[in-house]
């Protein structure tokens, strides 16, 4: 088996659980490739480092590649699996989330939880929770690599303190123009987060659904908006400056108001892995208090 590990600089408190996962791979004979910023980051903040261990490095999408992992560990918290799947993008490699960071919604592996969950990655106990995606284009030709959100893409003013309108079309024909602050175009997995924050509803990862979520309206009557995710989006945006700022997850791009943006679902989507220990109706109560009542 060949695992490839992924992350940034971690906090000097994780240093003894990044420690765990290696102790663990090197037991079960385990192939190992490390990205270069979190071997460099370990290798500054510890005297003795990965010297000792036979690994890979790889620094980018064709060095992963050559490694061929069958999975990805992700050490850091939902940023981090943001991340990776810029670097996994339609490579079809499991991703397992290990929380080295706050809320690890994505990334629900607990840090007591690290020897349990790769006992169970190593003897198949566990299932691909397969995450649907959003990819862009523009009508000005200008590309955003990549051009996919895991979470949401979002539309936004850019300086001013004044709304814009996001003119917004589903298939060609008119939806609504939202004057607001910005839209939020969300995915089930990014519904409980920006999306969320706004007032959005909170999605099952498996639902064929996006959700539009207007940032702080001026009307209303103006509420989330769920749509199959088979549907085409196109928007136009209107603004005092003439420019906006798109967000896909949290890559900024800054565009003219003479841009179109389409969107739509991506051609590939990302697989977490989900042990035995977790799911997604437990992950909602332990880590938003979602239904927590007394009387329960």
Same mark, same amino acid.
């Given at each position: ?111 007591? /939880?690290?020897?349990?969950? #790769? ?5 198949? !106990? ?5 995450? *649907? +995606? ?93 749509? /199959?995710?088979?549907?085409? #989006? ?5 603004? !005092? ?5 798109? *967000? +896909? ?48």
């Amino acid at each position: 088996m060949r695992i490839a590990l992924f992350g940034r600089a971690p906090k000097t408190q994780n240093l003894p659980y990044i420690e765990v996962v290696l102790e663990k791979l090197i037991e079960e004979g385990v192939q190992i490739g490390v990205y270069r910023p979190l071997r460099d980051a370990v290798q500054q903040m510890k005297e003795e480092d990965f010297a000792e261990l036979e690994y890979v490095v790889y620094d980018n999408e064709e060095e992963l590649d050559n490694f061929d992992p069958d999975f990805l560990i992700s050490l850091g918290g939902d940023g981090t699996i943001l991340d990776a799947t810029v670097l996994i993008q339609s490579k079809d490699i499991p991703i397992l989330g290990i929380n080295m960071g706050r809320l690890g919604f994505l990334a629900n592996v607990a840090k007591g /939880n690290i020897e349990s969950s #790769l006992d169970a990655l190593f003897t198949g !106990r566990f299932q691909l929770d397969f995450r *649907s +995606l959003l990819q862009v284009r523009t009508s000005c030709g200008k590309l955003m690599k990549p051009n996919f959100a895991l979470n949401e893409i979002t539309l936004a003013r850019k300086e001013s303190t004044s709304m814009i309108t996001v003119h917004t079309y589903l298939n060609g024909n008119y939806l609504n123009s939202y004057w607001a602050d910005g839209l939020i175009v969300s995915t089930p997995t990014g519904s409980t987060g920006y999306s969320l924050s706004c007032g959005g509803p909170i999605i099952m990862p498996n639902s064929d659904n996006f959700v539009l979520t207007p940032i702080a309206p001026h009307n209303l009557t103006m509420r989330p908006f769920v749509i /199959n995710d088979s549907n085409t #989006l196109r928007m136009q945006v209107e603004s !005092r400056e003439n420019e906006f700022l798109t *967000s +896909l997850d949290s890559r900024m791009h800054s565009f003219t108001t003479e841009t179109e943006l389409l969107i739509q679902k991506a051609d590939f989507r990302i697989a977490l892995v989900q042990t035995e220990l977790q799911d997604f109706p437990s992950t909602m109560r332990n880590k938003l208090s979602w239904g927590r009542d007394h009387r329960n």
